[in-house]
């Protein structure tokens, strides 16, 4: 099964009684293939239509410090992206899984999006085909992204569930559970991540339960 994860901010001051379609999950539908960013139009959701709709009819939306002049401008609202609950749908959602040690990472910016860019040597595949050893794979950069990215570390290694591009890169599935961190063996979820990988993906990768 697959949930959304809003990360969605929204500062509406006329409550608004009407359900929303798109806050309800159909256990049979197939996992979303929504995926963060501004590239991948299929991220936009019906319910975020309805947000700008709403947001065109308040002249100011303030953050937390005011409601009137002098308050600052609430920051934009993020991007929902899937989230999987269980095994098999998080590992069916990835277009290649991997374990790579991350080289060197730069950050870009484009269209006010700020996005981390890794360069990962690729180690083993459990899943997919790898067009080369070394692969550009990129996320929101950490502080500053719609979502937040993760912090990963130069020279660590990582289970990476991927996403392919229309132009060769790969993104992760998502931002919580697209990456496993690698310790003695072992692949660790990330903090808000509370699903683990199968046997068979961890035994293809050369690691243990």
């Given at each position: 099964m697959i949930r959304v994860k809003s990360l969605?901010?929204?500062?509406?001051?006329?409550?608004?009684t009407t359900p929303d379609p798109a806050s309800h999950t159909t256990p049979d539908t197939p996992a979303a293939s929504a995926r963060w960013g501004v590239r991948r139009a299929g991220l936009a959701l019906g319910g975020l239509a309805a947000l700008a709709a709403a947001v065109v009819a308040v002249?100011?939306?303030f953050g937390p410090r005011g409601e009137g002049a002098g308050g600052d401008p609430a920051p934009p609202p993020a991007a929902d992206e899937p989230y999987y609950t269980t095994t098999a749908d998080l590992e069916r959602s990835a277009d290649l899984i991997v374990r790579a040690r991350l080289d060197a990472t730069r950050d870009t910016?484009?269209?006010?999006?700020q996005e981390t860019v890794a360069t990962?040597?690729?180690?083993?595949?459990?899943?997919?085909?790898?067009?080369?050893?070394?692969?550009?794979v990129s996320y929101p950069a950490p502080g500053g992204g719609q979502p937040d990215g993760p912090r990963l570390t130069v020279s660590h290694e990582y289970v990476l569930l991927l996403d392919r591009t229309d132009d060769?890169?790969?993104?992760?599935?998502?931002?919580?559970?697209?990456?496993?961190?690698?310790?003695a063996g072992h692949a660790e979820a990330g903090p808000d991540n509370d699903v683990a990988l199968s046997g068979g993906v961890l035994a293809a990768l050369g690691l243990k339960r």
């Open positions: 969605m901010q929204q500062a509406n001051p006329v409550p608004d002249p100011a939306v910016e484009e269209d006010g999006v990962v040597s690729v180690a083993a595949t459990a899943r997919g085909e790898t067009p080369d050893r070394t692969l550009q060769g890169g790969y993104t992760l599935v998502n931002t919580d559970q697209g990456y496993y961190g690698i310790d």
